[in-house]
């Protein structure tokens, strides 16, 4: 498989036993392209080429430079997609009536149930996503395991919970111990998850009781291929026109390499790259 495009984040998909596959996701400046799977990628060697061509992935605008997920500053500045709200859940205020950027958008994504969970990413963290983003905000971050701690009918409520859990787990991902902590032991992150989830509901605020969650289900996260490193160097298309190798495995939004090389494909979105799978 081969073909060019600008690049947007991996699209995922979990199994009924956990298994994470992905598929390589473009567009044609803003028009849809055809998905690829990359099941058969691991193992065997890619080539990803930038072509010096960067384009807004709001407005397609030719760029120099991304801001938030492959914008341009003015579009990051203005756009939904990167309103105050998504990076801080708790400034919320939607479910108010009062709209930080886009009403209707704020409306559709934000005044909606939300949940705030723990996550295993080589360390147990805490984080807020809209209950229809699970469990692809798990598989996005690269989590080996994920439980529900609370229920909310709208973001900041889960913002303010997730606020008061900060004074006791991290509330983000630390990506090289996410990385080389490759597969964990599905017990190991069990048990860890199940004591964080106590530990949480043992310091958490009266006034948040009434939403913590009763489902102590512990979801398991696979991700494809192996071993991974115990040594991680991260790369970018800044740096290197091209980057080629044999893929060793692929985690939240990294290609791993072989040689201890990881590349963030979300961190690239809007690249116009040329691309070679097997």
């Keep these: ?37 990359l099941c058969v990628a691991v193992g065997k060697r890619i080539r990803i080429a930038h072509t010096g061509k960067i384009h807004c992935t709001v407005t397609g605008k030719s760029i120099r430079k991304t801001y938030g997920d492959g914008m341009s500053f003015e579009a990051f500045q203005s756009s939904p997609l990167a309103v105050e709200s998504i990076i801080h859940p708790e400034l919320s205020r939607i479910h108010e009536g009062i709209a930080l950027r886009d ?20 360390g147990v963290k805490v984080g807020v996503t809209r209950t229809t983003q699970v469990p692809w905000r798990w598989i996005d971050q690269g989590a080996s395991g994920a439980i529900l701690l609370a ?57 948040f009781e009434e939403f913590i969650s009763d489902d102590d289900h512990v979801h398991p996260l696979f991700f494809p291929g192996g071993p991974f490193p115990d040594k991680v160097r991260s790369i970018s298309l800044d740096k290197e026109r ?12 990294y290609f791993i390499f072989d040689d201890g090389r990881v590349w963030n494909v979300r961190r690239h979105s809007g690249y116009r790259v040329e691309w070679s799978f097997p």
């Excluded at 091209?242 to 939240?252: D, F, N, R, T, Y």
């Design 151 to 207: 229920e909310t009918p709208y973001r900041q409520l889960a913002g303010l919970i997730e606020v008061a859990m900060k004074e006791h787990f991290a509330d983000k991902t630390q990506w090289r111990a996410m990385l080389t902590a490759g597969n964990p032991d599905e017990a190991h992150v069990a048990e860890q998850l199940l004591a964080a989830k106590d530990h949480a509901f043992e310091h958490c605020p009266p006034e």
């Design 242 to 253: 091209i980057i080629e190798g044999k893929l060793a495995a692929i985690k939240g939004q």
């Design 103 to 122: 009403a209707e958008w704020e409306e559709a994504h934000h005044n909606q149930p939300h949940v705030v969970y723990l996550s295993y990413t080589g």
């Design 1 to 37: 498989m081969e073909g060019e495009g600008n690049i947007r984040k991996l699209k995922s998909h979990r199994t009924e036993d956990g298994r994470i596959e992905y598929a390589w996701h473009t567009r044609d400046i803003l028009d849809s392209v055809e998905d690829h799977s």
